[in-house]
């Protein structure tokens, strides 16, 4: 059923789709790092498409192929019940140039998704709200995931943290409170 | 989600104040799991909130790429240890996905039967937890005598009451025991009974209701960006369920229906929830009178499947398959694949990377409350602090699924 939209997405990215294929039944569509917000934004929006459900984002290390690792990401549609996966190959062989525009934008989901890939393989999502480890602590040295991370890798002692919350949570001028409050702030007060 | 103390009057507000910030967690005694959440309070109201968690990291996923892939099922049975056997059967059924393999008939209906009873013990400890950490202590120890019921079925069928690892490629460890059937039929009317007890207690309770309803509201829109999934999707209005939207096993033959709620606020998630246990009973009964009473439970196949014991001793063939599925792995072809199943908390998904041998090359979990928690914070964002306790404890955390 979702053939239509590996179609779909041919027609309309034509050579920006590096592949396609059905394995084991999953639709999946392999397209080129610049139209991979492109790509996202389509399937959200085609009303053929309405990829509405965020489901997954991931990576893969191909240690010996190049480019390097493979981002995945696992859509579906609430209305028209199909899914479909997308992937885009980035970084080269000492993990470097590890870009990719983040998807945060286009579904809010992907928010944790990406910080965790970013933590567990150090892609780097351009244009992600606030991109810090999830899963790994601050100071952890690495990528787990990587294939080239031996598993039987030490870390280096942390030195003890005073309590810094500014430090721990950054939070941006479009978080906090999401309707317009009396404020305490002399600041604010001041600039009325 | 409008100002709390709108109609303070500004001179009353004159003192100076600065924001405030409180940790909560990472072990804190009003919250089941493990996690951490920052808070910056203005009086007693969350202006900005930063959920941290990864404090139950584990390494799954590192871990599988070292075993076979038998030897993940032990894995994870740890990763959503409130219902492990629903984690095996959707480990199991991917790597069947990339066998192209189907169990027998019989096998399939006994996974539905264990799988529910599974989620009737997530649903419960989830439910009577958030209860109890409003104050209703006990609800927790109805739901905890009526799981105990579920656990002493598991123990008798798999040997253990929590982490059972009783999962297999191409089947279940073992058959379903004689007496199977009859203690589901006589546990199950025994584990209803509390349930509607717990409901008695807490659905006219005035302070509970006072706690839940109208708090954490979510709309259906933000729930699906997010990547909600399972009750606390369906609370929104949303009704999508995996066993319904993409059948598997055989609930295209039982007959169910999918609770949904209208606000997707917390009471609507504790009576998804609720009516969830009622469905799963009313799916398992179905599955108990069509299930086969006898027939094969691993499929046959010397690939796939460990001979029987005496074959092992006894003859050249059974040593050697033994030996190359133990030692080797079970050789499962080159690819990629997605494989998801509706877990407690939502949809449990799966995706491997195999490149031919016996050992993984990547195993990636979608666990569906990762999706789930990531919501928390824009829920509590203007709540107050008490609020906190019961809109986490509706969002079902599980550390181990949470954190890998």
């Not at chain 2, 799966?350 to 569906?368: A, E, H, M, N, Q």
Request: net charge negative; with cysteine; hydrophobic share 35%.
């Amino acid at each position: 059923m979702s053939k239509k939209v590996l179609d779909l997405l041919q027609a309309k990215f034509g050579d920006k789709i590096v592949e396609t294929h059905s394995q084991f039944g999953d639709d999946t569509a392999v397209v080129v790092p610049e139209a991979w917000r492109d790509v996202a934004l389509f399937l959200r929006d085609e009303p053929r498409c309405a990829m509405n459900m965020f489901t997954d984002l991931t990576a893969v290390d191909y240690l010996e192929r190049e480019p390097r690792f493979e981002v995945v990401c696992h859509l579906r549609s609430l209305d028209r019940g199909h899914r479909i996966r997308i992937k885009t190959r980035i970084g080269d062989e000492n993990g470097e140039s590890m870009e990719l525009p983040s998807l945060a934008p286009v579904w809010r989901g992907a928010n944790w998704f990406e910080r965790e890939c970013f933590d567990m393989f150090g892609v780097k999502f351009v244009g992600h709200p606030d991109l810090r480890r999830i899963l790994m602590y601050e100071e952890f040295q690495g990528h787990p995931l990587r294939k080239d991370y031996p598993a039987q890798q030490a870390q280096p002692l942390v030195e003890y943290r005073e309590g810094n919350f500014d430090k721990l949570a950054p939070f941006g001028d479009d978080e906090g409170m999401p309707f317009g409050r009396q404020t305490h702030d002399y600041r604010d007060t001041e600039a009325n | 989600m409008e100002p709390l103390d709108e109609e303070l009057e500004e001179s009353a507000l004159e003192l100076p104040s600065e924001p405030m910030q409180l940790n909560m967690g990472p072990s804190h005694p009003a919250m089941h799991g493990t996690v951490r959440i920052v808070l910056e309070l203005s009086g007693e109201t969350i202006t900005k909130a930063d959920v941290q968690i990864g404090y139950l990291h584990r390494g799954f996923e590192k871990m599988c790429e070292r075993g076979t892939w038998t030897q993940c099922f032990p894995y994870v049975d740890r990763l959503n240890y409130v219902s492990p056997m629903l984690n095996n059967v959707g480990f199991a059924l991917a790597v069947e996905k990339m066998l192209g393999v189907t169990v027998p008939e019989r096998c399939q209906y006994y996974r539905v039967i264990l799988g529910e009873l599974a989620r009737i013990c997530d649903h419960l400890v989830c439910n009577s937890a958030m209860a109890m950490e409003l104050g209703a202590f006990t609800p927790f120890l109805y739901g905890a005598r009526a799981r105990e019921i579920i656990w002493d079925i598991f123990e008798e069928e798999t040997g253990a009451r929590v982490t059972h690892s009783f999962g297999r490629v191409g089947g279940m460890a073992s058959p379903p025991t004689a007496d199977f059937k009859g203690m589901v039929r006589s546990g199950l009317p025994r584990v209803l009974a509390m349930v509607g007890e717990i409901e008695a207690l807490l659905l006219k309770n005035r302070i509970f209701l006072d706690r839940v309803e109208g708090v954490g509201k979510m709309s259906k829109e933000d729930a699906l960006a997010m990547g909600w999934t399972g009750p606390t999707l369906r609370s929104t209005g949303a009704a999508y369920d995996v066993r319904r939207a993409h059948p598997y096993l055989v609930y295209d033959r039982l007959e169910f229906d999918v609770p949904v709620g209208t606000t997707g606020d917390n009471y609507d998630r504790f009576m998804c929830r609720q009516g969830e246990i009622r469905e799963s009973a009313r799916i398992i009964e179905q599955a108990l009178d069509q299930m086969p009473d006898s027939g094969p439970i691993n499929i046959d196949d010397a690939r796939v499947v460990l001979p029987p014991k005496e074959e092992v001793y006894t003859t050249i063939e059974g040593t050697i398959q033994h030996f190359k599925i133990v030692m080797e792995g079970i050789k499962v072809p080159a690819g990629e694949c997605y494989s998801y199943t509706e877990a407690g908390n939502g949809e449990l998904g799966f995706y491997l990377v195999s490149d031919g041998s016996g050992t993984p090359y990547r195993v990636r979990i979608r666990p569906p409350c990762f999706a789930s928690v990531q919501g928390l914070q824009q829920l509590i964002l203007g709540r107050m602090i008490p609020d906190v306790v019961p809109t986490f404890g509706s969002m079902n955390m599980i550390g181990g699924e949470c954190d890998h």
